[in-house]
């Protein structure tokens, strides 16, 4: 594998990264690509599941995601409605490699980078609006890590959280960050109880805008994790900031700590 598909890293989330090997020299840990799509020749294939007005709410508008390019972009209307008739949901699941798909396991650590282009139609709420979770398969089944746009004070912001605890990673202000391209670097250590870690770094315009860690934290429910993007939002914002919108995704990469 060339040096570019391969990252050193000399400390895992603040843990030690390599280990000694009976009769043999340390070896440093590697972030290891597993997968890496792209819009214009993967398209739709590139997840595990499509999320697109599952309820039916809004047939004519179909496909509310779909390929833009170099892009996915997924689009929110403000007579969409998901099954669950008090929020809106256009998101994609996982990472699907080809047949089958990437299994995050307990244990693992994985790390995601992507682009992310969002409008100021995409406004932040007073209420829940996510731009990507990390989640257990299964209908009914509660967050593990969100990505949040939302108002703090009356105030415009985006903010990484451990669901469950309610633990904030790291929070920023949104605004800067409208109608342009914003690098995100997501790192997560899936574990039990305190085993857990997550890192966010955001970057813009090649500046770091955030680059917040959090160890001991719970990053499991069960079976195992997998990301999600789009837009899932609450219908009871308060603050006038529903609106038409989209969101656009560009270059995820998935990689593994092994």
């Not at 403000?78 to 490699?97: K, L, M, Y």
């Not at 993007?229 to 529903?242: A, P, Q, T, V």
Request: charged share 25%; glycine share 10%.
């Amino acid at each position: 594998m060339s040096a570019s598909r391969r990252l050193v890293l000399g400390a895992a989330l603040g843990g030690v990264a390599g280990a000694a090997l009976p009769g043999a020299a340390a070896a440093a840990a590697e972030w290891k690509l597993r997968w890496s799509p792209t819009a214009r020749d993967d398209g739709m294939r590139a997840w595990e599941t499509v999320e697109d007005d599952r309820a039916g709410s809004h047939p004519a508008a179909k496909p509310h995601i779909r390929t833009d390019g170099d892009n996915w972009r997924f689009t929110m209307h403000t007579v969409d409605r998901d099954s669950s008739t008090d929020r809106q949901r256009q998101e994609v699941t996982g990472c699907r490699d080809g047949d089958s798909f990437l299994r995050w396991l307990p244990g693992e650590t994985w790390r995601l980078t992507y682009s992310m282009y969002i409008p100021d139609s995409l406004r932040a709420t007073t209420t829940f609006t996510h731009i990507m979770q990390m989640k257990q398969p299964g209908n009914g089944t509660s967050p593990i890590v969100v990505q949040s746009l939302r108002r703090v004070d009356g105030a415009e912001t985006i903010e990484l959280k451990v669901f469950e605890s309610d633990t904030l990673v790291g929070r920023t202000a949104l605004p800067p960050l409208h109608n342009k391209w914003t690098d995100v670097d997501f790192q997560i250590k899936i574990g039990n109880g305190s085993s857990g870690s997550v890192r966010w770094i955001l970057k813009s315009g090649g500046s770091t805008v955030i680059d917040k860690s959090k160890t001991g934290v719970d990053t499991l429910l069960a079976d195992r994790v997998r990301p999600k993007w789009g837009i899932y939002r609450s219908l009871g914002d308060s603050s006038g900031s529903l609106k038409d919108c989209h969101l656009l995704l560009t270059k995820p990469r998935a990689y593994q700590l092994v």
